[in-house]
């Protein structure tokens, strides 16, 4: 991936302690960092899928930290913390994302020879969820759901939160990140508040870099 | 006598010059100083507090020409910095509005340098009068000149104040006293610069003591609006800049000790 | 906080504390009633509770079971549920727009939709009461409409994002304002304690813990408690009991994993466009096999949800639009300019989304996943959105009925069937070609539309003159029971082009006026 440093050295965590962050927030954000790596609801079956499937829609190829989309999957089934409304004919969501993963489980067995969807390469993962996208996918393997919505309104609904409910990720974007009881004074797109991340403009890196690791 | 009210007017340009270093420094870094000219009021306020200092240790009689030019160039900075200001109010969508008026660059702060110079003008202009004599200024009685002007200066003061404690809903009853306070303290002033001379005026001297110690309370009074922030002085980042400016209000106080300079001027000294 | 005995016979049993029964409940308990005001979410405290966070903060969103379907099922959830005392109102936009006068009589004067038993005037005069109460902080002109008092407060100071649209507007020749909002400008003191003004951190529709968003948590709520009134949070209602002479007499309520009874003189129904209906449909009995209040058949019909596309840009300079309220500027002018083929009229405002919201929008317009949703996502503090909040019209057939579900409370849950008709279509790409048009005149590129997103909702226990064509009268009072009142934004007979919390809450003030007189007259 191209230019993954817009804003270079600047991490929201860096605000935990100034008036950027509350302790409701702190105890949120903390209990989503300590996100259980053990699986209770997926099965082990399913938790091999929903990660290889995870990977493909929010790719981490970089170094560095790598947010648990699995784990914080898992996690938000296990407390059913979704949006709570279902299309009449598609499941509720845990109901929907056990068909979904074994379902996506059959179709790589029968084009790849028995392979589970993990076990195929990300080239074939990827070409499978782009089926699946374009409803191309044979609703044999799909008994009372749809591929195409299983992936509109489960998959690209559930999995980017995951990853964007992440502080990592508002880093990646220059995202001002929690904002309590402090907000922002200067509300020019052009001008931070000097807790606000630098946008590395092209040659100006460095300058980006030492703004960003000094947010207060 | 003469340099006496020449000092008095030489501290409240001082006075003014202070109020006026701290809110530009405030409001300018806000704004980053992103055009290299914001960095003006800084320099000829410093110039205007040091100029006032040694115009109130200096005892002779006579215009002091150094401090003659910097009050000047705090005067010509006030009026560019308003043409800046304007700029920047009615380049933005919506032109000259209510909108651009309450947040974009404050349209009466740069006046207040102008202000300084004006008081720092008129102090020099005192003094510049012959010992024993009865000072003028442009040949009218100097008392009457240092009151006319103070008294519309103290308009503008209100009128920037006002605007803001407009854009405030006047959320607190005390917000209206530098809006009734400081224009009876002009009216005052203008009754006694046409009035006769010689003629005592406690109850005006009261008022202008009044509105001096009303601009002190200013000062408070935004600090406690500080407060009313959310996270209140735990998040000065934000709450010193958003909310009131702390170092405006003594800008009134400057002006109300030279209405009060020229008050003792027209007691002292009658017309030719 | 005072509490009544369930065997009390409270003179009202509101349920839902939302708009329109937070605002009653506050209005009725000051009158001197005694009042019990339900919610099946819990009684948040901004200042200890709510998280910087929009994960944490679903947790304000109605997410309990609901079946949606339709050629154009609605999506549920935090665009048009909420489930916390307070209702909706905790997490929405503060967007507070008065209706276009001739709205009210929409058939006699427009051609379209059901006319108003209630006139603009009356209503002009009610909003300006919940203008002053709210303390709304809006412009000192409105270009739209007749004449209003000053808004209590000045408006906001526009971000970079209000800034584009207003510069949009006026590149297509058309106007903008800055929008009225019910969130603090300046510091206030009121029965909520002191509040501070806004903090323009922009997590608004997430709950503000700055306590300067004018919510029923902060306005209507404190005073319902101040003036005796009981706030019953966790209670979800679920059914309402009617005695041999077919009045209310109070409701079945699941507090605390047992179900228990309020006994009530009056029963309120404020749970907003689904779960009112569905509450009326639930309580159905052997006198009344349809539900309650629905002799006319109505009740659940005419649901009319309001369209919500959007049109989206990146911009050459940054917007950084995380950074205030996501609404600060607005034009109505495609709700007053009749030069239109099409009926109903629509508003557009600026945007903020977060995070999270951005991402679902992404994928849900543009289909993106793996490294392009990354890549497209650092573009983030460069992007500029206009979305419109557009009049969608009444069809029986778009409604709420009852699901075969239950939810975790064993009570059938609400169907809820959508399709978009002709005249709602028209209207959405009129918009979506105009707001396309004011963000390419000021440069925006890589333009791409959210065509399919709809926000609040109305209609489904519409207010009328004649007893067969609505469910309750003027007064919000229903035909059928005299003592069994809607009071939210199911009685609606129109949507309008603007968002409704403001004309929720100001006929929850009429009718708290109607129900003084209609005491003190003994006709209660």
């Known amino acids: 991936m191209s230019d993954r440093s817009r804003y270079p050295g600047y991490d929201v965590l860096a605000k935990r302690e100034t008036p950027s962050w509350d302790e409701p927030t702190r105890r949120a954000i903390d209990k989503r960092l300590h996100v259980s790596t053990a699986a209770r609801f997926l099965t082990a079956a399913e938790w091999a899928g929903a990660d290889a499937l995870c990977r493909r829609i929010l790719p981490q190829d970089e170094e560095g930290e790598t947010v648990p989309l699995a784990a914080l999957l898992d996690a938000k089934l296990f407390a059913d913390h979704g949006d709570g409304f279902r299309e009449a004919d598609m499941p509720y969501m845990r109901e929907a994302w056990r068909a979904g993963l074994a379902a996506l489980e059959a179709e790589a067995k029968a084009r790849y020879d028995g392979h589970s969807f993990a076990a195929i390469s990300i080239d074939d993962q990827d070409s499978l969820i782009a089926m699946m996208q374009k409803g191309l996918l044979s609703a044999a393997h799909w008994p009372g759901l749809d591929a195409q919505r299983f992936f509109e309104r489960r998959v690209l609904v559930d999995v980017p939160a995951l990853y964007y409910g992440h502080p990592k990720a508002w880093s990646e974007i220059g995202f001002g990140g929690p904002a309590s009881p402090r907000g922002y004074v200067r509300l020019e797109g052009d001008r931070r508040d000097p807790w606000e991340a630098a946008e590395a403009v092209s040659g100006q890196e460095e300058a980006a870099r030492r703004l960003n690791q000094h947010v207060v | 006598m003469i340099v006496n009210a020449a000092r008095r007017l030489n501290r409240a340009a001082g006075m003014i010059a202070g109020s006026v270093l701290i809110d530009s420094a405030m409001e300018h870094h806000r704004g980053y100083f992103h055009n290299k000219l914001m960095w003006t009021p800084i320099a000829t306020s410093s110039l205007s507090i040091a100029a006032s200092f040694h115009g109130h240790t200096d005892r002779r009689h006579g215009a002091h020409r150094v401090r003659d030019v910097i009050y000047a160039l705090a005067g010509v900075t006030g009026i560019v910095g308003t043409a800046f200001h304007l700029y920047n109010v009615t380049k933005k969508v919506g032109g000259w509005s209510w909108q651009n008026l309450f947040y974009s660059a404050p349209i009466g702060a740069p006046a207040a340098m102008s202000l300084c110079g004006l008081m720092g003008f008129l102090a020099e202009r005192v003094r510049d009068n012959e010992p024993g004599s009865k000072p003028t200024i442009a040949g009218v009685n100097a008392g009457r000149v240092v009151a006319a002007l103070t008294g519309a200066s103290l308009l503008g003061t209100t009128a920037e104040a006002g605007l803001l404690h407009f854009r405030g809903a006047f959320h607190n009853p005390a917000m209206a006293l530098p809006v009734t306070m400081p224009p009876i303290a002009a009216g005052l002033l203008a009754v006694a610069a046409v009035g006769r001379a010689r003629v005592p005026r ?15 309370a200013g000062v408070a009074f935004h600090a406690y609006g500080v407060s009313r922030g ?31 300079a020229a008050l003792a001027l027209l007691a002292a000294y009658p017309d030719e | 906080m005072r509490e009544y005995p369930e065997t009390d016979e409270v003179d009202f049993a509101i349920v839902g504390t939302g708009a329109g029964g937070g605002t009653l409940a506050a209005l009725l308990a000051e009158q001197g009633f005694s009042v019990v005001a339900f919610d099946a979410g819990g009684y948040f405290r901004p200042l200890e509770d709510f998280a910087s966070d929009e994960t944490e903060q679903n947790n304000l969103y109605w997410t309990d079971k609901r079946v949606v379907d339709g050629a154009n099922p609605i999506q549920m959830g935090g665009k048009n549920s909420g489930k916390s005392v307070g209702g909706s109102t905790v997490h929405y936009a503060m967007v507070s727009l008065r209706f276009r006068p001739e709205w009210f009589t929409s058939r006699s004067s427009l051609g379209y939709g059901a006319d108003w038993p209630i006139s603009w005037q009356e209503m002009w005069h009610y909003y300006g009461v919940a203008e002053r109460e709210i303390n709304v902080s809006g412009p000192l002109t409105y270009p739209w409409g007749p004449k209003r008092p000053r808004y209590p407060y000045r408006a906001h100071e526009l971000n970079t994002a209000a800034r584009l649209l207003a510069k949009g507007c006026e590149a297509i020749g058309i106007g903008w304002t800055e929008t009225p909002l019910a969130t603090l400008s300046a510091p206030h003191s009121g029965p909520e304690g002191k509040s501070p003004p806004c903090v323009y951190r922009g997590f608004c529709r997430f709950g503000c813990s700055t306590n300067a968003k004018r919510s029923a948590l902060t306005v209507w709520i404190p005073r319902a408690l101040r003036a005796g009134a009981e706030i019953r949070d966790l209670a979800m209602v679920g059914r309402i009991e009617t005695g041999p002479d077919g009045r209310a007499t109070g409701v079945h309520f699941h507090r605390e994993n047992a179900w228990h009874f309020q006994r009530a003189r009056n029963v309120v129904v404020a749970g907003y466009a689904i779960e009112t209906p569905r509450l009326l449909l639930n309580s159905a009995s052997d006198r009344f096999p349809d539900g309650l ?112 579900d239950l939810d975790q409370y064993g009570l059938r849950v609400a169907k ?109």
Request: neutral net charge; proline residues 5%.
């Open chain 2, 230 to 260: 959310m996270g209140g002085w735990r998040n000065w980042r934000q709450n010193a800049f958003a909310g009131p400016p702390l170092p405006a209000p003594p800008a009134f106080t400057g002006l109300a000790l030279a209405g009060l």
């Open chain 2, 202 to 216: 406690p109850a005006s001297r009261k008022w202008l003591a009044a509105t001096a110690a009303m601009g002190v």
């Open chain 3, 416 to 524: 809820i069937t959508y399709r978009w008709g002709e005249n709602d279509k028209a209207l959405i790409a009129h918009a979506l070609q105009q707001m396309g048009r004011s963000i390419e005149a000021i440069g925006a590129r890589d333009m791409f539309r959210q065509e399919n997103d709809t926000n609040h909702l109305g209609g489904t226990a519409r207010m009328g003159n004649d007893r067969r064509l609505s469910v309750v009268d003027g007064d919000c009072r229903s035909w059928d029971i005299r003592n069994l009142w809607v009071c939210d934004g199911s009685v609606f007979p129109t949507v309008g082009g603007v968002n409704p919390a403001l004309t929720i809450q100001t006929i929850a003030i009429r009718t708290a006026d109607r129900i003084k007189h209609l005491a003190a007259a003994g006709e209660l």
């Open chain 3, 293 to 404: 209040a629905n002799s006319s058949g109505l009740v659940g019909k005419n649901l009319m949800t309001q369209s919500n596309q959007a049109v989206w840009g990146r911009m050459d300079q940054e917007v950084r639009w995380y950074k205030a309220p996501p609404s600060l500027a607005i034009t109505e002018h495609w709700n007053y300019d009749d030069n239109k083929d099409f009926f109903g009229g629509y508003c557009w405002m600026g945007q903020g989304p977060l995070p999270n919201e951005w991402a679902s929008i992404q994928t849900g317009s543009r289909g993106l996943w793996g490294h392009a949703l990354r890549e497209a996502m650092l573009d983030y503090n460069h992007m500029i959105g206009v979305k419109m909040v557009g009049e969608m019209l009444p069809d029986e057939t778009n409604r709420v009925t009852l699901a075969d």
